[in-house]
Nanobody
Framework: VHLVESGGGLVQPGGSLRLSCTAS????????ITWFRQAPGKERDTVSC????????FYPDSVKGRFTTFRDRAKNTVYLQMNSLKPEDTNIYYC??????????????WGQGTQVTVSS
């Protein structure tokens, strides 16, 4: 399984972006999809997870109310809608398939990530 992220870019504080995570295989009913951000040499920071099956979503307090994750099974894609972006959200964003939300390591591989820069 290979996941590819896209949709990053430069946005002003308070702005919005929607990231996409497309899988090479039909896995959304078998694996949870987590979004995380990680700068080179820094720790992983999970920002969302959507479980397989019932599609329950989970967010840390740092993004709760601002970020929303949802999936389109027909497109084999999971999205991360990011609103009210802050400069501290600047990072490289990745998605990964995991057995359960909160578990690690992921199944398969993830892509090169997509850069999100929040700056005026």
């Amino acid at each position: 399984v290979h996941l590819v992220e896209s949709g990053g870019g430069l946005v002003q504080p308070g702005g919005s972006l929607r990231l996409s995570c497309t899988a090479s295989e039909l896995i959304l009913d078998s694996y949870a999809i987590t979004w995380f951000r990680q700068a080179p040499g820094k720790e992983r920071d999970t920002v969302s997870c959507i479980s397989s099956g019932d599609g329950r979503t989970f967010y840390p307090d740092s993004v709760k109310g601002r970020f929303t994750t949802f999936r389109d099974r027909a497109k084999n894609t999971v999205y991360l809608q990011m609103n009210s972006l802050k400069p501290e959200d600047t990072n490289i964003y990745y998605c990964a398939a995991v057995d359960l939300c909160g578990s690690w390591p992921p199944f398969g591989s993830w892509g090169q990530g997509t850069q999100v820069t929040v700056s005026s």
